[in-house]
């Protein structure tokens, strides 16, 4: 009966598929289309597609709404892709994380509306210099939020205000020289803070509020 249990909880190939790797575990379909030079998303995707791996492609840009007929899509991967854009149209309803790091990003654009459970998002290592106003508006369920490694020198105000939930944040390796008032505020559940490696001189007065942060990281500041 262990045997059996254990064979039935390992990855079992599926329908072949002519350029990805189909496999199952549990009841996740995982598809892995990582380093095939890929220029687009690759056609007749199985319909229930749960983790989806596209890193280290060659895809420059692309739109979100061509998963749109992925209805269980989980987990997305488009790291080391070359990104210049990434198009949000539609909806992902069930998209709960998205890493875009290691590409050459820009802007970040307005995911609100099409990706409302996202829990994790990964933008690390682009070349982000400044975020929007709202830049993350409808994001209520982000848990955690990687901003390591872009080029940014300030921050929005009230830029986490929609993310209460948020439980990790890393703006270490930018180039910030200041930090919003009140950035932290109404943050209770987080517990990591990663700003090393900035240009910051001071700390707002009251910065941290009440928070007792088990894990803040500040060094590497002037």
Not at 111 to 130: E, M, Y
Request: aromatic content about 4%; overall charge negative.
């Amino acid at each position: 009966m262990p045997l059996l249990l254990l064979l039935l909880l390992l990855p079992s190939p599926l329908h072949p598929h002519p350029i990805c790797e189909v496999s199952k575990v549990a009841s996740h379909l995982e598809v892995n289309c990582d380093k095939r030079n890929l220029t687009a998303l690759p056609p007749d995707l199985p319909k229930d597609t749960t983790i989806l791996h596209l890193s280290e492609n060659l895809l420059y840009t692309f739109s979100l709404a061509t998963l749109m007929p992925y209805t269980r899509l989980t987990q997305l991967n488009l790291d080391r892709c070359e990104l210049t854009k990434l198009q949000v149209d539609g909806t992902l309803p069930v998209l709960g994380t998205l890493d875009l790091s290691h590409n050459q990003l820009q802007s970040l654009p307005l995911l609100g509306q099409t990706l409302p459970a996202l829990t994790v998002l990964d933008v690390s290592f682009n070349r982000l210099t400044s975020l929007p106003l709202g830049a993350l508006r409808g994001l209520g369920e982000l848990q955690e939020l990687y901003l390591k490694g872009n080029e940014l020198k300030t921050l929005p105000p009230g830029l986490l205000t929609p993310t209460p939930k948020l439980e990790k944040l890393s703006l270490a390796n930018n180039n910030l020289t200041e930090l919003p008032a009140g950035l932290l505020n109404g943050l209770e559940n987080l517990d990591t803070l990663l700003l090393q490696e900035n240009s910051l001189y001071t700390i707002p007065k009251g910065f941290f509020g009440s928070h007792l942060l088990p894990f803040a990281f500040l060094h590497g500041n002037p």
